[in-house]
Nanobody, 120 residues
């Protein structure tokens, strides 16, 4: 089994910062792309940022210049540094990773989600 566990969410004022972490654990052979998605109330889940195993990154236009995704392959962990937060960033943030297990090809895994609230 594989688990993704997020941490670092919470409430912050507009203009503030938060850092999300997501650690993968379990029977892991290799981790490929990792990323963050978010879902606001009444809206569909949307991509926030992704990072490949080689470090190539991709961001939603709405977060470019404010959010930074990174990963520590030795720790099987992906991070999302969120600066200059806006009320419209309020959502449940979900970690995603493409992971292969011994003798099992790559599969998509999701974390349980963590709340980020930006309000005055």
């Amino acid at each position: 089994q594989v688990q993704l566990v997020e941490s670092g969410g919470g409430s912050v004022q507009p203009g503030g910062s938060l850092r999300l972490s997501c650690a993968a654990s379990g029977s892991i052979f290799s981790i490929y792309d990792m990323g963050w998605y978010r879902q606001a109330p009444g809206k569909q889940r949307e991509l926030v940022a992704t990072i490949s195993s080689g470090g190539n990154t991709n961001y939603a236009d709405s977060v470019k210049g404010r959010f930074t995704i990174s990963r520590d392959n030795a720790k099987n962990t992906v991070y999302l540094q969120m600066n200059s937060l806006k009320p419209e960033d309020t959502a449940v943030y979900h970690c995603n990773a493409e992971i292969s297990r011994p003798r099992v090809g790559p599969e998509d895994y999701w974390g349980q989600g963590i709340q980020v609230t930006v309000s005055a």
